[in-house]
């Protein structure tokens, strides 16, 4: 039933093109595993070894710790329609900031968010399919505005002041590299 790529086809891209939620799996050395969905258009596949992802500003920022401490990251992704399958991209990410000089050219990939924190690349090392057979089938009703609304009401400068009180240690008080090194 599961199958294993080295990289994706374009049967693979087409399937991601598709869906409305994925699921971010990090873990540091120790400590806590994290499992955060995503959603709002903000993954983009930029080769067959390669996908990129907008993280918006929230409550925790447990994946940028754990990527700062060692890089390991697994995406899912889950067809909740008729034809079920699974997907699993596994491999090294890195982090981009505002504040990063590639941050201009990957920002644009995006539509305007208004709490856009990081961008995570992942380089694959590898993808796996499995059968999906006992994920339920949901429908999209249709996205929620809460988050646009919340950040675009606190503003650039409101976002990064969130960010200084919430995001910048994680649940297991690892730096999460949220602010730029001081010194």
Partial sequence: MA????A???DHVDFIQRQHLFFVGTAGAEGHVNVSPKGMDTFRVTGPTEVIWLNLTGSGNETAAHVLEN???TVMFCSF???PLIMRLYGRASVTHPRDDDWSPLIELFPGHAGARQIFRLALDLVQTSCGYAVPRYRLVDERPTLAKWAEKRGRAGIEEYWREKNTRSLDDQDTGILPPSG
């Fill in 3 to 6: 199958e294993k790529f080295p």
């Fill in 8 to 10: 994706l086809t374009d």
């Fill in 71 to 73: 890089g390991r990251m």
């Fill in 81 to 83: 329609d008729k034809q």
